[in-house]
Nanobody, 115 residues
């Protein structure tokens, strides 16, 4: 089993930056792909960014050029660097890991962009 724990969320002004972290524990050697998703109130969960074990990266259209995803497999940690934050980035952000036989989610961390 793999467990995920996010941190780094908080309140930030428009134009500001935050870095989210997701620490994986358990059978981390089973993890293939990882990613960040978010869900705003009244909206469906959407993919923010993903990274494969071969470092192939993809981003949602709304965050391209502003967010950067990277992973440190030695520390078993996934990061999301978020710059130029907008009001529309307000959401609960979830870490996601795909293993050989399961999809695992973290508990989420709240990001609020407000002036």
């Amino acid at each position: 089993q793999v467990q995920l724990m996010e941190s780094g969320g908080g309140l930030v002004q428009p134009g500001g930056s935050l870095t989210l972290s997701c620490v994986a524990s358990g059978r981390v050697s089973d993890i293939v792909n990882m990613g960040w998703y978010r869900q705003a109130p009244g909206k469906q969960r959407e993919m923010v960014a993903g990274i494969t074990s071969n470092r192939i990266i993809s981003y949602g259209d709304s965050v391209k050029g502003r967010f950067t995803i990277f992973r440190d497999d030695i520390k078993s940690t996934l990061y999301l660097q978020m710059n130029s934050l907008k009001l529309g980035d307000t959401a609960v952000y979830y870490c996601n890991a795909i293993t050989r036989d399961s999809i695992v989610w973290g508990q989420g961390t709240q990001v609020t962009v407000s002036s």
